[in-house]
């Protein structure tokens, strides 16, 4: 790129050293005048050919960062459907638990029906344990639904990005 820079700004300033001016008779002015101009024109040919150039490399800059940016959002996707996959089992874990209380609070008021009120009893230390692990679970499902939530939003920012570079190339094309 600096190359390129480099070599049309050496062009500029030849052209502008070819159609200085100089201290020579006017004869030998009349003699070189065309070929000055042939010079001119080549040059300027050559110009207009590395600004083409130049704005082929932009364009080809432009499909490589989308090709990044579209090579980033495979693993994104898959890392986004795995932990939604991950939410929807602890989901389902929990309506389980949910279900076991339930059931161990129908098994509990049947024994405080029947007179049995022990502190200690299996249904009371199960229903304990349950309404544990069910806090923790609860806990974890959060967490996965933040990471799911970051992710959409790393998903949505990557195309969004594309869909710029896009638009950029769109204009450069045209």
Do not use: C, F, Y
């Not at 201290?23 to 050559?46: F, H, I, K, M, Y």
């Not at 579209?70 to 874990?93: G, W």
């Amino acid at each position: 790129m600096r190359r390129i820079r480099g070599t049309l700004l050496a062009l500029v300033l030849l052209s502008g050293a070819v159609g200085a001016p100089s201290a020579q008779s006017e004869s030998s002015d009349a003699a070189t005048g065309p070929e000055l101009g042939r010079v001119q024109n080549a040059l300027d040919r050559v110009a207009t050919a590395l600004e083409r150039l130049l704005e082929n490399q932009k364009i080809d800059l432009l499909l490589k960062r989308i090709e990044l940016k579209e090579r980033r959002i495979e693993p994104l996707e898959r890392q986004l459907h795995s932990a939604e996959s991950t939410v929807e089992s602890i989901e389902s874990e929990i309506r389980q638990m949910e279900e076991m209380v339930v059931v161990q609070n129908e098994q509990l008021d049947d024994e405080l029906r029947r007179g049995v009120d022990d502190p200690n009893s299996g249904t009371r230390r199960m229903l304990a344990d349950i309404e544990t692990h069910l806090r923790a679970i609860r806990a974890d499902l959060e967490a996965r639904q933040r990471r799911v939530r970051e992710l959409e939003d790393r998903l949505a920012e990557e195309r969004e990005e594309i869909e710029i570079l896009d638009d950029l190339l769109l204009e450069r094309v045209e």
